[in-house]
């Protein structure tokens, strides 16, 4: 079983900057295609960013491509979300997700792309 653990999450004022981290457990995150989905509180998930399995591409949606940044270290088996210049959109839940096949362009912004889902982390910007 693929397990997903989400932390880094916290209360922070707008403006500021927040990183998130993946953590993959016992297996190998490196074989596996990683993205981001945020929830914001009475909205659907909705994909952020995501990463190739080697971090050789990334992806971002229009909405937060200029202030978040996905990356990862195969070596340590972690992905990190960085966000800058919060917003109070911003706040919700953010979950990790992974698959072992690629997900290329636009695509690995889908919900149903990904086969395995961590719990999440909150999210709160306060104004």
């Known amino acids: 079983q693929v397990q997903l653990v989400e932390s880094g999450g916290g209360l922070v004022q707008s403006g500021g900057s927040v990183r998130l981290s993946c953590e993959a457990g016992?297996?190998?995150?490196?074989?596996?295609?990683v993205g981001w989905f945020h929830q914001a509180p009475g909205k659907d998930r909705e994909g952020v960013s995501c990463i190739s399995s080697d971090g050789a591409s990334t992806f971002y949606s229009d909405s937060v491509k200029d202030r978040f940044t996905i990356s990862r270290d195969n070596a340590k088996n972690t992905v990190a979300l960085q966000i800058d210049n919060l917003r109070p959109e911003d706040t919700g839940t953010y979950y990790c997700?992974?698959?072992?096949?690629?997900?290329?362009?636009?695509?690995?912004?889908?919900?149903?792309?990904?086969?395995?889902w961590g719990l999440g982390t909150q999210v709160t910007v306060s104004s």
């Open positions: 016992r297996f190998t995150l490196g074989y596996y295609a």
């Open positions: 997700v992974a698959n072992l096949y690629p997900v290329p362009g636009r695509r690995c912004l889908a919900l149903y792309e990904y086969e395995y």
